[in-house]
């Protein structure tokens, strides 16, 4: 597969919390970061993600918001 996305992260899947649509999934990217992102239960089961699996975050936006209190 190819994409155009630049920004990927190979990281390891640390857990998935499944609701009723859409799961959360946290990917343990190194260094003690952790990235997640809300996807689609029938995502995560057309991938076949679970604990313990390699997968990629790719990231592809216009803008990154950043904020402090």
């Known amino acids: ?10 990281g390891k ?6 609701g009723s649509v859409n799961a959360i999934v946290h990917l343990d990217i ?6 997640s992102s809300t ?5 995560v089961k057309e991938l076949g ?5 390699d997968a ?3 990231i592809k936006a216009t803008s990154v ?5």
Do not use: P
């Not at 993600?49 to 699996?53: I, T």
């Open 30 to 35: 190194g260094g003690g970061n952790v990235i």
């Open 56 to 58: 990629y975050a790719i």
């Open 1 to 10: 597969m190819k994409i155009s996305a630049r920004n990927q992260l190979k």
């Open 13 to 18: 899947v640390v857990s998935i919390e499944s």
């Open 65 to 69: 918001m950043v904020g402090v209190e």
């Open 39 to 43: 996807i689609s239960l029938e995502a």
């Open 49 to 53: 993600l679970a604990v313990g699996k």
